[in-house]
Structures are given as C-alpha cells and as structure tokens.
C-alpha cells in the first residue's frame, strides 16, 4: 500500500455544504470562486464538480443558509454571488463544531494513544 497521498479525496455526505459556508465567511463569492477556493484551500485534493456545487448552492439558498444576487465579476461578466447570511454563520458554527469533534474522535480510533499492543 502507498503512503501518497490520494490525488482526490471523495466528499463525505453533508461535506460541501459546510466547505461553502465556510469559503463564504469572510464575504461574496461567485460559484466559481466558491470551487476554486476549496480546491486551492484544499491543495487540490478536493475539486469541486459544477454538477455538485450548483444543486449545494440552491440548497443553501432554500434553506436559508445564503443568498444570491447578481452582480459583475472581476473580469466585468454578471456572476450570481452568493452571502452568508446570519442563520447561515450560525449554521456554519454549529457544523464546524460537529466536524471538530468527528475529527478528534476519527484521530482517536486512527491513532490511539497507546498503540494497540506496544
């Protein structure tokens, strides 16, 4: 078995959405900007499709998470950019909790303390 990392890493259920609310914390982003932070956040082990990423974004609108509205990119082309709102940072907050205590529990199994047997 190889000890290299794996070139894409496949999305656990519930995953994208807290990725999306997360890369829209510190403010707008257009859909594309949304993937490509992840995947640059990411160190290209993550790579987000369009065939997933729109159906996210509408989900999260419907849920209230955020909103979008049309605007002009950086490169002056009308983008649809989406915000966190305020029960979307709240969302967020509780995610990342529950990813951080998933996290540390996983880390535990993975690598006990005691080494199973040394």
Same mark, same amino acid.
């Given at each position: 078995?190889?000890? @290299?990392?794996?070139?894409?890493? *496949?999305?656990? &259920?519930?995953?994208? #959405? /807290?990725?999306?609310? !997360?890369?829209? !914390?510190?403010?707008?982003?257009?859909?594309?900007a949304i993937a490509k932070h992840i995947q640059r $956040?990411s160190e290209d082990l993550l790579q987000v499709e369009?065939?997933?990423?729109?159906? +996210?974004?509408? !989900?999260? *609108? /419907?849920?209230g998470w955020v909103v979008a509205s049309w605007e002009?990119?950086?490169?002056?082309?009308?983008? !649809?950019?989406?915000?966190? $709102?305020? @029960?979307? @940072?709240?969302?967020? =907050? +509780? *995610? &990342?909790?529950?990813?951080? =205590?998933?996290?540390? =529990?996983?880390?535990?199994?993975? #690598?006990? +303390?005691? &080494? *199973?047997?040394?």
């Open positions: 078995m190889s000890n @290299r990392p794996p070139s894409r890493i *496949e999305f656990l &259920q519930g995953t994208l #959405d /807290v990725l999306i609310l !997360r890369t829209l !914390r510190p403010g707008p982003q257009h859909g594309h $956040t369009t065939g997933s990423l729109y159906p +996210a974004l509408h !989900r999260l *609108e /419907v849920r002009l990119s950086d490169k002056g082309k009308r983008a !649809r950019f989406y915000r966190l $709102t305020p @029960r979307g @940072r709240k969302q967020l =907050a +509780a *995610e &990342q909790s529950q990813w951080q =205590a998933f996290s540390r =529990a996983m880390g535990l199994i993975l #690598d006990p +303390a005691d &080494q *199973e047997g040394k």
